[in-house]
């Protein structure tokens, strides 16, 4: 059973920073779903659709989506096990759920999400 379970999340103020993280279970051969799939980080504010705001690929390459670009960076570590976004210069409008999910995502992959709140 895959299990990816997101953590790290909180209260920060507006321009501070925050880490996520996102732990990816073994199946039984021993492998994650990152060594094979794209992981993501979506975020799901309250009254908005869910959307992907930064994804990275087992060979390490990342895309954005527009509004984070130049203060998240996700990043993975080296067994596939955790996938990490840094996110800095954070801003109200980031308030919200973060989830980890594979890129396109799996709906039976969906975790509790972790909350994100930026505010004053």
């Known amino acids: 059973q895959v299990q990816l379970v997101e953590s790290g999340g909180g209260l920060v103020h507006p321009g501070g920073s925050q880490r996520l993280s996102c732990a990816a279970s073994?199946?039984?051969?021993?492998?994650?779903?990152?060594?094979?799939?794209?992981l993501g980080w979506y975020r799901q504010a309250p009254g908005n659709q869910r959307e992907l705001v930064a994804a990275i690929s087992p060979d390490g390459s990342t895309n954005y989506t527009d509004s984070v670009k130049g203060r998240f960076t996700i990043s993975g570590d080296n067994a596939k096990t955790m996938v990490y976004p840094q996110m800095n210069n954070l801003k109200p409008e980031d308030t919200a759920v973060y989830y980890c999910?594979?890129?396109?995502?799996?709906?039976?992959?969906w975790g509790q999400g972790t909350q994100v709140t930026v505010s004053t």
């Open positions: 999910n594979t890129v396109p995502y799996t709906d039976g992959y």
């Open positions: 073994r199946n039984i051969f021993g492998i994650t779903v990152f060594s094979i799939k794209d």
